[in-house]
């Protein structure tokens, strides 16, 4: 694949996807408002433009991963957005996690200017994000997935088409919903039972073999010293923060209001993450909630 890409957003996971595709064969024009991460970025042998735009001049694909709606609509929409100056037939893929009502709003902005956009979050943290073996959960036009299916299979493993333009955003907020309130129990069991004088470990490998098993038991596991490679068992550093983790559930909650859906586990949920991020473990991993609900 010898596309230009330019790539906006060069965090945690943008950083790794943006390699990636340059090691596809790709021209990647990289950018992030963070003079550190541009930093970074050159260290690893990416292309940094001085702005968005200057990214995306001449790029055949806009691939972009941003913390929050207000930076996805900052980028691509008013006078100073990228639609504004983007050629009829760019590919847009805004990867970012974020309210599905934004998705579609700049989908539409997109679509009056001949601009083809997916939304494509994904799923598979940062281990997946450095390994290329991310899930892409993607919204909009089938006829867009297959022409973006090349770049999306230089980054991930996984291509799932939702529907239309923000289908893959509500996917994602439904996978995410049920992750938190997963490591939430999760952690919650593994406390009742050291309360009783059990191992922890032993109990994760039972649960992990039982009807109690997830990828919280047996990849993230919340309790410190039961996976050597878990967050859990380097301070909690790393991983998925705590914060991310409250933004999704904030955002599966408002979702849930948009449609009368209810979400009662949802929303307590994002209440215990909201507690644990104002004891001071925002930016640690959301694995960090056994330390709410009970550690040793």
Not at 188 to 193: D, I, Q, T
Request: aromatic share 4%; proline share 4%; with cysteine.
């Amino acid at each position: 694949m010898s596309t230009t890409i330019a790539f906006i957003g060069l965090g945690q996971m943008g950083l790794p996807m943006a390699c990636n595709l340059q090691k596809t064969g790709c021209t990647v024009h990289a950018f992030d408002l963070s003079s550190q991460a541009c930093t970074k970025a050159r260290e690893l042998g990416l292309g940094v433009a001085a702005s968005a735009r200057e990214a995306a001049e001449g790029a055949a694909v806009v691939v972009s991963m941003l913390p929050a709606s207000r930076h996805v609509e900052s980028l691509y929409l008013g006078d100073d957005g990228l639609l504004a100056v983007l050629p009829a037939g760019t590919l847009v893929i805004d990867s970012s996690t974020i309210a599905p009502a934004t998705v579609q709003a700049v989908a539409r902005a997109a679509a009056a200017r001949g601009v083809l956009m997916l939304d494509a979050p994904v799923s598979g943290g940062t281990v997946g994000a450095a390994a290329g073996t991310l899930t892409f959960i993607v919204g909009g036009p089938a006829s867009t997935l297959e022409a973006a299916r090349p770049v999306l299979q230089g980054m991930g493993k996984n291509i799932f088409h939702m529907g239309d333009s923000g289908a893959g955003q509500v996917a994602k907020l439904c996978n995410n919903m049920a992750l938190g309130v997963i490591m939430a129990v999760t952690a919650e069991a593994l406390a009742l039972g050291t309360a009783h004088g059990l191992d922890a470990k032993v109990l994760s490998q039972m649960m992990a073999v039982s009807t109690g098993r997830s990828w919280a038991t047996e990849v993230c596991n919340p309790w410190p010293g039961v996976l050597d490679n878990a967050p859990a068992s380097r301070g909690y550093g790393g991983g998925f923060g705590n914060d991310l983790m409250l933004k999704d559930l904030g955002l599966a909650v408002e979702a849930a209001l948009g449609a009368g859906a209810a979400v009662p586990l949802g929303e307590l949920a994002r209440n215990l993450y909201a507690l644990n991020s104002r004891a001071g473990r925002g930016q640690l991993d959301f694995s960090s909630i056994q330390q709410l609900l009970g550690a040793k």
